[in-house]
């Protein structure tokens, strides 16, 4: 045995916490670990240690249920030790650094270059430079190729998993789609592999890559032709499957019970409990709305028993009721009822993240919350009918102004509009009906709660995803974009409209990482070494870095971001299969560009191929499928 392995087995020291390196910091209860319900297990007594990894603070990742989901089932493996890091703000990076401090798990306290398997959640592109920074803290070879038997298998997951090619420099194997099982077979392959008297790490990568759902970057070569145009992926090893299905749970299992209850506030600080998985109302710049078909309902039983022991187990006072669109659940009337009655006698508040626009929600909204009504979400996304038929955003201004009515009506003083600018065929008139609907819904709460009401008003620019009806259409021009969103800051110019917009700069990046193929990672990490991570967050975003990354490359942003493609194209992802055809995509695609639209797949099945592809899955659509459609 190497005497790494030795090492690790004998039991590595733990990192010594002081008052030097925390109490400058300004969150130090980000570090510390020990919270209320973490899992404390016996470190020598471990055959497989995992560490779940977030490339975000403390305070984002806690607030992911993903990763709680996934810490608690590894961790009901007995002979499996699981902890918890994420990425260290700025503050604590550059103490830990001075300091000569690795990054470390908060149960353990050990250094992550001792456990066995680094497994990273991939919830966004402007992430993965915190990936290369925390493998960097943690003295890990960033670079898949450079890691050795000595080093941990680093594995990654959740919806950035659908587009692995930029991050495949640096990540062993992909897990695509619902994590639940595919992750406890990824721990026995490991944990067999590890048995082995002899052993080799790529003898490790050959067994994963033989698991359904699991991608190995090592076994696939890119290709292109001479002008730098992609051609598609080569694989280059027998275990390598042309392309790599995405798992699928058939029924939602049982959720975290015990999660994880945290000293300091986190962006969504309640318990959660996930109603259903899916979305049918298709809206096509929509990627989850695709890659978690199909819907899978929990009962009003389920809930209602999962609630009351996550609120016996943290003590929490809200809970929140998680899906794509929670009104769309077909007992959600029942569920808030019950759990109301359930809950009578103790302040529990009950929240609906996502909302569809019309009088409904509202009126689910007041079920809900019956004192405090501060504020409605919603999101139109488009301001002109047209350009929502193009999206398929199944919404009319009636509907919108219904739920203004509703809601100002019941005593509700904001409602926060989400639109989109530079969606597919947008003009600037299409840009000035937004101002026209935010100025009627204030007009509405006005003639109601008088100068109390107040709309927020926040646009997102448009980025095209893959697996999504828009894959092939190229981000908006810079100019275009520009002075659509100097049109929208004139048009909601008005006392009581608040107006808030992304960044261009960093929706292009987002764009380019969306759409980009292998080449990427060379440019992802000439950015980390000239400064760049947290590019999520304004106040860390360094444009010069990744301008000078892609010229160094020979590369520019606008090669992927605004590249349109076509459907005889070679696209960088399509070898995962997310089970939705490229065919019918295709056919959303010119859809859209017609401004016809597509009902809810409850109403009729549209034969997406979904159901084709995952035949023991039960979808709440029509008992017959029609046949897949065929490209244009």
Known sequence: ????????????????????????????????????NARQKDWDAAEVRLAMAYPDIYDVGMSNLGFQILYEIANDIPDVLCDRVYAPWVDMEGAMRRQGVPLYGLESRRPLAQFDIIGFQLPYELNMTNVLNMLDLAGIPILAAQRGEEHPLV????????????????????????????????????????RRPHRFRRQLLEELARLEGVYVPAFYRPQYDRAGRYLGLQPIHPDAPERVCRRVVERLPLAPVRPVVPYISIVHDRAMVEIQRGCTQG?????????????????????????????????????????????DHSQIVEIIRR??????????????????????????????????????????????????????????AEDLFQAAEAAFQSGWLRIKLYFMIGLPTETVEDVRAIG?????????????????????????????????????????????????????????????????????????????????????GQVIYRAWQLGAKFDAWEEQFRPAAWEQAFAEAGLHPDDFARRPLDYADALPWEHIDAGVSKAFL?????????????????EVCHGCGIRGRFKLLACPLLAEEPAEERPA
């Not at 930029?166 to 592999?193: H, N």
């Not at 509202?362 to 019956?370: F, S, T």
């Not at 002075?483 to 107006?499: F, S």
């Not at 917009?501 to 990046?509: D, E, F, K």
Request: with cysteine.
């Open 1 to 36: 045995m190497a005497h790494a392995e030795l090492r690790k087995r004998a039991g590595a020291p733990r990192v010594q916490l002081n008052a030097e390196l925390l109490l400058p910091q300004s969150k130090p209860a980000r570090y510390t670990g020990g919270e209320w």
């Open 155 to 194: 594995i990654a997951g959740g919806s950035g998993a659908y587009h692995p090619e930029p991050m495949a420099d640096f990540i062993d194997a992909f897990a695509i789609g619902d994590g639940e099982e595919v992750l406890v077979e990824m721990l026995d392959v490991y944990r067999a592999w590890r």
């Open 283 to 327: 809206c096509r710049f929509c990627q989850a709305g695709i890659i978690y078909r199909p819907v899978r309902e929990r009962s009003a039983e389920e809930i209602c028993r999962l609630s009351q022991q996550l609120i016996d187990h943290t003590g929490y006072e809200e809970l929140g009721l998680l899906s794509l669109s929670s009104a």
């Open 339 to 396: 759990l109301k009655d359930q809950f009578s006698d103790r302040p529990l508040s009950l929240s609906l993240p996502s909302l569809r626009v019309d009088s409904f929600s509202v009126e689910l909204a007041n079920m809900i919350q019956e004192r405090r009504r501060s504020g409605l979400t919603f999101a139109p996304e488009a301001g002109s009918q047209r350009l929502r038929d193009v999206i398929n955003k199944k919404v009319r």
């Open 436 to 520: 026209e609907l935010v100025r009627e819904v204030l007009e509405i709460g006005r003639r109601h709660v008088g100068r109390r009401a107040q709309v927020a008003v926040s646009a997102a620019t448009f980025v095209p995803k893959p697996h999504t009806p828009f894959q092939w259409m190229p981000m908006v021009a810079e100019d275009t974009l520009a002075e659509h969103i100097a049109v929208l800051q004139d048009v909601t110019r008005v006392k009581g409209i608040h107006l808030s917009w992304h960044a261009p700069v960093t929706s292009l990046l987002e764009a380019a990482l969306s759409r980009g193929d292998r080449r990427l």
């Open 586 to 602: 295709w056919a959303e695609y010119q859809r859209a560009l017609r401004g016809e639209t597509l009902s809810d797949c409850r």
